[in-house]
């Protein structure tokens, strides 16, 4: 988390992890968690590369440059605190998981002509939650990631699942 914070370019998490994870997929499926939970990962890192060369070593790509971040994430969380804001806190976690869900399908489109090349925007916005709240559009991905930043800020657990590991959807 505090790499993708610090927007560090590479991560070793062999270092950080080694004493609590020893296998190398547990320590990707780790990170790929993170990816999708840690509000600035989802809203800049856009891909990764990794090497297992002495220790599991991750390069992250982000989608915006450092002088771009802090206005594109303060944008963002401006956005997601105005949505969250709507949500009573006297709801169940059901309650709130459910409005947010509509609220995201209903107020978001999906990203039909991204997908389909038709659209004049980064191809990796296409599965962020950086895309959904800066172009009103995104895929399932995206959906899904700025889901996931609504229920950690409301404190609801939650976890992504990718569809790479659930047979494609």
């Avoid at 989608?63 to 944008?75: G, T």
């Avoid at 609801?156 to 790479?164: E, G, L, M, R």
Wanted: proline share 4%.
């Amino acid at each position: 988390y505090q790499a993708f914070s610090d927007h560090a370019e590479n991560v070793d998490l062999r270092k950080i992890a080694s004493k609590y994870i020893d296998c190398t997929e547990d320590l990707l499926a780790l990170y790929r968690e993170m990816m999708h939970i840690a509000a600035p990962a989802v809203l800049h890192a856009s891909k990764y590369y990794y090497n297992t060369w002495g220790g599991l070593r991750i390069q992250i790509v982000y989608a915006v440059e450092d002088e771009e971040y802090d206005s594109l994430y303060q944008s963002c969380m401006q956005q997601i605190n105005s949505i969250a804001a709507k949500v009573d806190p006297a709801w169940s976690d059901e309650e709130k998981a459910l409005y947010l869900h509509d609220y995201l399908a209903t107020m978001y489109n999906y990203d039909y002509p991204g997908l389909s090349g038709n659209a004049e925007r980064p191809y990796r916005e296409l599965y962020s939650a950086l895309g959904l709240l800066r172009n009103g559009a995104a895929v399932c991905q995206g959906y899904s990631e700025t889901f996931m930043v609504f229920m950690e800020l409301l404190g609801i657990p939650v976890k992504f699942v990718p569809s790479v590991d659930q047979g494609n959807h």
